[in-house]
């Protein structure tokens, strides 16, 4: 049950994220809510869902932490740290829930972590998304990211780390990593090659809402607001990127009529805020790569020579090999396929890349491009591989049998 599924993940981080709360111990917090789903998928088939699943969820595991708590720490020194949730499970407003969804990402960012660590504990323990999806975000493969989330969990125990949030004064500290995890979610959400669609609209959607917190919080920091406007433009997009068939459609046949042009408008707003005394960070130009191509009235009328200079100067800040892809990309619209494959082939060095199905893709197209439909067909079949998506699955067998 495919919907089933993708509820109780996101209901279980909401629930992580209050049960935490109470707790104060992250790790029984999450034990706790991963017994309450095990329950969840016993008993929801043949019952049917409950009409609030996160409540359901929090209700059962806040059981299950009062049985292991019942002759532990809080009931010896008289403290209930539940009794602000009745037994009865809230069946009203719970939208405290997402504040506290927001407020521990935050907590996962601890900063004796680096930020890898508390990027992948957030993306784990917040966001709820698969190791194969955190292992797509950082590049590497499924096993490889198990091992490293194994070892951030002993680390944290080892240390003893208290994680809970930090004063008002430290938050700032923290919100380049938790503008990464919101990030992180919403591209998890906005090319889900893990998931059943193709666009996991509520992801994208959660992370839009997490980042508004984020610019209430730091309404001033240019940053912030240029990711509030990056997200925007590419969720205005989605609703194209499949046809009536729920076909694959690229962006150089998408209907534009179909994007949103309220979130476009939004998203235009908030860049214009941004502080324009201030050089422009990393986000900011990916927003503004992105406001480009909302901007053109077709495919032929993207400024590319516009956009190939914005990853230049997105280079000074990222040079990694996905900024690097995609510049190539918008070079080969300059320049020539050829001279963009160049570059591409550069990046196969990288062995990163070589769990990266856009890399695959990119390359596939570029090659089709410049005359050679044999290496095509082999990258294509390479990006094949690496996607459990239905409709990335069918896309993809269309192109190879194009190429044969």
């Given at each position: ?83 602000e949730l009745s037994e009865q499970a809230p069946d009203g407003n719970l939208s405290p829930f997402r504040d506290d969804l927001f407020r521990l990402i935050f907590t996962c960012c601890h900063a004796e972590l680096s930020q890898e660590i508390q990027v992948m504990l957030a993306l784990k323990v917040v966001a709820g998304l698969s190791v194969p999806e955190i292992a797509r975000a950082f590049l590497v493969q499924p096993r490889a990211m198990e ?258």
């Amino acid at each position: 049950m495919p919907e089933l599924t993708e509820i109780l993940k996101r209901s279980r981080a909401e629930a992580v994220a209050v049960l935490s709360r109470l707790l104060g111990d992250l790790f029984e917090a999450e034990d706790a809510v991963s017994e309450a789903v095990l329950q969840a998928l016993q008993i929801w088939p043949e019952q049917g869902m409950p009409r609030n699943p996160t409540a359901w969820l929090l209700t059962t595991a806040r059981r299950r932490a009062i049985d292991r708590f019942r002759h532990g720490r809080f009931e010896a020194a008289g403290d209930d740290p539940f009794s602000e949730l009745s037994e009865q499970a809230p069946d009203g407003n719970l939208s405290p829930f997402r504040d506290d969804l927001f407020r521990l990402i935050f907590t996962c960012c601890h900063a004796e972590l680096s930020q890898e660590i508390q990027v992948m504990l957030a993306l784990k323990v917040v966001a709820g998304l698969s190791v194969p999806e955190i292992a797509r975000a950082f590049l590497v493969q499924p096993r490889a990211m198990e091992q490293r989330l194994t070892r951030a969990k002993r680390l944290i125990k080892e240390r003893n780390l208290e994680i809970d949030l930090p004063e008002s004064t430290v938050l700032a500290n923290r919100r380049v990593a938790v503008r990464t995890v919101i990030y992180t979610i919403f591209t998890t959400g906005h090319h889900a090659s893990q998931r059943p669609e193709l666009v996991d609209k509520d992801l994208c959607l959660e992370a839009l809402f997490l980042g508004d917190l984020l610019c209430d919080l730091f309404p001033e920091d240019s940053e912030t607001t240029s990711l509030a406007a990056l997200m925007r433009f590419g969720l205005a997009r989605s609703a194209a990127r499949l046809d009536d068939s729920d076909q694959i459609v690229p962006l150089d046949e998408q209907d534009r009529s179909r994007w949103d042009q309220n979130l476009i408008a939004e998203g235009r707003h908030l860049l214009a805020i941004v502080n324009p005394t201030a050089p422009a960070g990393p986000v900011q130009l990916q927003a503004a790569i992105s406001a480009l191509h909302c901007e053109a009235s077709s495919w032929l009328a993207t400024d590319w020579p516009a956009i190939l200079a914005l990853f230049d100067a997105l280079l000074m800040w990222d040079s990694g090999p996905v900024v690097r892809l995609n510049r190539a990309v918008a070079q080969s619209f300059v320049e020539t396929p050829k001279a963009a494959l160049a570059e591409v082939e550069k990046l196969a060095e990288d062995q990163r890349m070589l769990c990266y199905q856009p890399y695959y893709a990119a390359k596939a197209d570029l090659l089709l491009r410049n005359g050679d439909a044999e290496l095509a067909r082999e990258a294509f079949v390479e990006a094949l591989h690496l996607t459990s998506n239905p409709q990335e699955t069918a896309w993809l067998r269309a192109r190879i049998a194009r190429s044969s």
